[in-house]
């Protein structure tokens, strides 16, 4: 199977999928160089190069986007004034980026996954179809 992620440059989403001997295509404008547990490293940025990444995205089963989340959740928020004042869109700059996982998997025709930690995604889109929390995995 091919997953491709979207906005990961630490590797840590690639080597989960690696480990279960997927293929993965990791993109992210972060990539410096190739990620040792992505089949294939793009340096690409995700908004200029949507044609391209909805062609990959049809060869593959599923397309994982976790998008920056420091405009958009709590990580972020005490800085929300001042960024807004700089810029009244931020946000809405911040939901056009997340947003093109959605556009990406939807014209494939793919199942898409965003990742983002709590904050004003649900209220600036939509509800989650479904919450994870950290404490139902691992050890």
Avoid at 33 to 39: D, E, F, I, Q, Y
Avoid at 40 to 64: C, F, G, P, R, Y
């Amino acid at each position: 199977m091919h997953v491709l992620l979207l906005f990961e440059h630490t590797g840590l989403a690639a080597k989960s999928f690696t480990d279960l001997g997927h293929t993965v295509t990791s993109v992210d404008i972060l990539n410096k160089k190739n990620n040792p547990w992505a089949t294939t490293t793009l340096n690409w940025n995700i908004l200029e190069h949507e044609d391209e990444l909805i062609a990959l995205a049809k060869q593959s089963a599923i397309v994982i986007g976790m998008p920056p989340c420091t405009d958009l959740t709590v990580a972020g928020a005490k800085h929300f004034a001042k960024k807004r004042k700089a810029n009244p869109n931020f946000q809405l700059d911040a939901m056009h980026l997340a947003r093109s996982v959605e556009r990406i998997g939807t014209a494939a025709g793919v199942s898409w996954i965003i990742e983002n930690p709590v904050g004003v995604l649900s209220t600036l889109w939509r509800k989650p179809d479904y919450i994870i929390s950290p404490h139902e995995f691992g050890g």
